[in-house]
């Protein structure tokens, strides 16, 4: 298994968006599915391809990841991290992605993000979801299923419902302040109310 089918690739698909922020007009992932052309068939699920869907529609975290993604602003608002993108929705709400990347082979550690948010009530309402080793990541449930090298279509069906994004964990501001633990390569995406 390699990084590609991994939580690793939502993490890393958000930092691209960020380091490519205000250089490109246009960002596309290579392919949506990891059966393409070019390889050829593949023997089995999560072979290390570059789709955003595993071999059978089963969708790996980038393709979670890029929901969450879809979900920011419109406006981008300066940020000094490298590993949040901030941006501003057109009824005013905050949304922000955060991330933990920690590359392919190193052990990496729960990271604290503390955010200060100004403009907004002390006790504002937010939310947060997540793409990250127990959220919209598949492989887990794959190994339960005994890896099979062709899922069936109710397999992949199972999967892709037992994966998919979970409903927003409401949360609130304290203070005007949140702290939000993240895992090695999660992303989360928070909501903040104006």
Not at 18 to 23: A, E, K, N, S, V
Not at 30 to 38: A, G, H, K, L, Y
Not at 107 to 114: A, M, S, V, Y
Request: hydrophobic share 40%.
């Amino acid at each position: 298994m390699e990084a590609r089918d991994t939580d690793f690739a939502g993490a890393a698909l958000a930092n691209t968006v960020r380091q490519c922020d205000g250089l490109v007009d246009m960002l596309s992932f290579w392919t949506f599915s990891d059966v393409f052309e070019e390889g050829g068939p593949i023997s089995k699920p999560f072979v290390g391809m570059f789709g955003l869907r595993a071999k059978g529609g089963i969708n790996k975290p980038v393709y979670y990841a890029y929901g969450l993604l879809h979900q920011l602003g419109n406006e981008r608002l300066v940020s000094d991290s490298k590993n949040v993108l901030v941006t501003k929705s057109a009824d005013g709400s905050l949304v922000i992605a955060a991330w933990n990347l920690v590359d392919p082979g190193q052990k990496g550690t729960t990271r604290t993000l503390d955010l200060i948010v100004h403009h907004v009530a002390a006790n504002a309402h937010a939310s947060i979801q997540r793409v990250d080793e127990g959220h919209g990541n598949a492989l887990i449930q794959y190994a339960a299923l005994g890896k099979p090298l062709d899922p069936t279509a109710a397999q992949v069906e199972q999967l892709n419902r037992e994966t998919a994004l979970a409903a927003p964990e409401e949360i609130a501001l304290r203070g005007g302040k949140l702290t939000v633990s993240l895992t090695p390569n999660e992303l989360a995406l928070i909501k903040i109310q104006p």
